[in-house]
C-alpha cells in the first residue's frame, strides 16, 4: 500500500483518540460562532458516510432564524416535560439533568430522514432499518469531524417528529430524527454526561460480545 | 483547552483523511488473519460510540465455526437472488457486481440490535429510530478503526434478518442488522465501488443541504 492511502501508528492512534474523546455535549459556550470554511468542511466529512446502495439517506436544514430556533426549543421542552412522565419514579432526577444545548449552541442544524427513495440494492429485506443505519452512519462522522476540530456536537432526539416535521414543513414521507447542536464549548466531558451525572452506567464491551450464536447471559 | 484534549491541524487532517478514505469493501485478501489485540483495539473503538440514553443497542458474535460462515453465505447468496429479481431491468447488471466478501475475509462479525430494553431517555417519540442509528454510530466508529489499522470493512445487508436470526439463535426481539466482513485488503477502492461499477453517483452535499425549512427542488 503506498504512503497516500496508509496510515502509520502515530495517524491510527490519532483516530483512535478522537473516537475516545468524542462526547455527545449539551454545553456550549453561548455567543460563538462557527466559521464557514469549518462548517463545509464537517458538513463534508459528514457527506463522505456510507449508505446502503448510496442512497445518501440524510438531509440538513441548517436552522438560521431565530424566531424558528425558538420555536424548535419549545418543542423540545414539550417532549422533555412528557418524557419525565413518562420516567415516573426518576421523573425529578432527569428534570434537574440538562439534556441539549439547543439556546447556546453557535450553529442548530436539524436533521431529516427523506422520503424514501426506492433504493433496492442492500435493502430489499431491511429498507427502512438500512437507511436510518447509514444516517447514523453519517452522523457519526460529523461527531468525529467536529471534534477533531475542537468543537462539541450534540445529538438531540426529543421531540415529537411530526410536529418538528410541519414546523419545519418535510414533505411527507420524511422524517426529522435530530436537532444537532454544534459549536465552541468551555471543555469536553472526560466522560458521557449520563455517566458523571449517575443516570446510568455503561457495559463494557465483553457483555456484548458474543461467539457463533447468541449467549448474552441477562438475555438483553 | 489543555494538550490532552486538544487536536492540532495535522492531526485533525489525519482524521478527515481516514474518513475520506474509508471504503465499503467487498473485495479481501483470502488466507489472512487479524490479529486479536487490533481486533480488541477495533471493537473497543466501536464501542465508544454515542448512543441513546446509554443503551448501547450493539451485539456482535463473531463467526468462527467455518460451517456457520458456510451457512449464512448461503443465506446473503438467497437475498443477492430475490435482490436480482425485485430489481427488474437491471438483474444482469447487478448479478455481475460482488456486493459481498463473505467468503474471503479473515473475520465475518454478526452485528444485531438487541430486545429493546425500555430506555426513555431520548427516544420516548422515535424508540427504534433512535436504537438504530445508534447502531449506525457505532459501525461507523468501527469503519473507521478498521480503515487507521489499514483493513477494510463491508457492512452486508443482503439477508432475510429473521433467518439470519434463526441461524443465529437471537432471541425474540432481537434482530440482525449486518454482516460485518473485516480483514487486510490488497487495495483500497479509490471511490464507493458502486461508483466505480457505474452503478450508482452521490448527489453533492449542496443538493442535501437547506436553510430553515425543506426545499429540495426535486422533493427527495
Known amino acids: ?15 483512535y483518540r478522537v473516537i475516545a474523546l468524542r462526547r455527545d455535549t449539551r454545553h456550549f459556550k453561548p455567543g460563538q460562532l462557527v466559521s464557514e470554511e ?8 459528514m457527506h463522505q458516510a456510507p449508505s446502503v446502495g448510496l442512497m445518501q439517506p440524510w438531509r440538513l436544514l441548517r436552522i438560521r432564524d431565530a424566531a424558528l430556533r ?27 439533568l440538562k439534556v441539549e444545548g439547543l439556546r447556546e449552541c453557535a450553529e442548530l442544524l436539524a436533521l431529516v430522514l427523506p422520503p ?6 442492500g435493502r430489499r429485506s431491511m429498507p427502512r432499518e ?31 417528529p411530526q410536529a418538528l416535521g410541519a ?8 422524517q426529522p430524527l435530530g436537532l444537532l447542536c454544534l459549536g465552541p464549548v468551555d471543555s469536553f466531558y472526560d466522560a458521557p454526561m449520563l455517566e458523571l451525572e449517575h443516570w446510568r452506567q455503561r457495559r463494557p464491551l465483553d457483555e456484548l460480545l458474543m461467539t ?9
Do not use: Y
Open 1 to 15: 500500500m503506498d504512503a497516500q492511502h496508509h496510515f502509520d501508528e502515530a495517524q491510527r492512534d490519532d483516530i
Open 38 to 45: 469549518q462548517l463545509q468542511r464537517m458538513l463534508q466529512a
Open 70 to 96: 425558538v420555536q424548535i426549543t419549545s418543542l423540545v421542552e414539550a417532549e422533555r416535560q412528557a418524557t419525565a412522565k413518562a420516567l415516573g419514579g426518576r421523573s425529578d432526577e432527569f428534570l434537574r
Open 116 to 121: 424514501d427513495d426506492g433504493t433496492i440494492f
Open 130 to 160: 438500512m437507511a436510518i443505519a447509514s444516517l447514523g452512519c453519517a452522523v457519526q462522522n460529523l461527531w468525529l469531524a467536529a471534534r477533531a476540530e475542537n468543537l462539541g456536537l450534540g445529538w438531540v432526539s426529543m421531540f415529537e
Open 167 to 174: 414546523l419545519l414543513r418535510v414533505p411527507e414521507g420524511a
Open 212 to 220: 457463533d450464536s447468541w449467549s448474552e447471559q441477562d438475555g438483553n
